[in-house]
């Protein structure tokens, strides 16, 4: 099973910040990358899959990089809906489609 | 635009079976460009994958829930459904269903979610 780590574990940015989220694969996905939004009480959300593909009306502020085991999330200028867990999953090996266990963005 | 929606009991006692229905608006099960998953997340914890389903009735299963899970589908009423046995406060979570979908002949990555269902199981 391919194990996907996400570093850190909580991030503190101020809004209009830029936040960068990592994520490790265990071993080369190439890139089969997806990302995932996910606020309290509610689904996740596709933002990002082939590592770098913005999702249908996802906005541009909102970039995935990366390729073979590792990946980054930017968040350009964080606005206040952006405080949220976001998830990466990779498929290379689906299924199942491993999760990672999650960056939260806080308010610092 | 696409839409999923969970529906089924929201408290189930141990040992009891649990079944869900996911029901698609907005495109067609039968299409056969995309497979329908079930995915569950335990109180404050991650995403776990619990199987998935295409519209000729093909499954695959988590192996660790593997003995217990069964996905089937309803083409002639655009869903599909989760049963899962001999229920324990371990499977205590938020119950989603899942669009699968793919890129460049690689499947998999989830790009429409029900809004998910928070099963309890307590006698």
């Known amino acids: ?27 080369s996905v190439s890139s089969t990358l997806a990302w995932y939004q996910q606020k309290p009480g509610q689904a996740p959300r596709l933002l990002i899959y082939g590592a770098s593909t913005r999702a249908t009306g996802i906005p541009a502020r909102f970039s995935g990089s990366g390729s073979g085991t590792e990946f980054t999330l930017t968040i ?23 999760f990672g266990q999650g960056t939260k963005v806080e308010i610092k | 635009q696409v839409q999923l929606q969970e529906s089924g009991p929201g408290l189930v006692k141990p040992s009891q079976t649990l079944s869900l229905t996911c029901t698609v608006s907005g495109g067609s099960i ?8 079930w995915i569950r997340q335990h109180p404050g914890r991650g995403l776990e994958f619990i199987g998935y389903i295409y ?12 003995s217990r899970v069964s996905i089937s589908v309803d083409t002639s009423k655009n869903q599909f459904s ?17 669009r699968e979908s793919g890129d460049s002949g690689w499947y998999g990555f989830r790009d429409y979610w029900g809004q998910g269902t928070l099963v309890t199981v307590s006698s």
């Open chain 2, 30 to 37: 039968s299409s056969g460009d995309h497979y329908w998953t």
């Open chain 1, 76 to 98: 350009s200028s964080l606005q206040s809906e952006d405080f949220a867990v976001y998830y990466c999953q990779q498929y290379n090996i689906w299924p199942p489609g491993t």
């Open chain 2, 55 to 66: 519209h000729t009735g093909s499954t695959y299963y988590n192996p660790s829930l593997k």
């Open chain 1, 1 to 27: 099973e391919i194990v996907m780590t996400q570093s850190p574990a909580t991030l503190s940015v101020s809004p209009g910040d830029r936040a960068t989220l990592s994520c490790r694969a265990s071993q």
């Open chain 2, 82 to 98: 989760l049963r899962l046995s001999s229920l324990t406060a371990a499977d205590t979570a938020v119950y989603y269903c899942a």
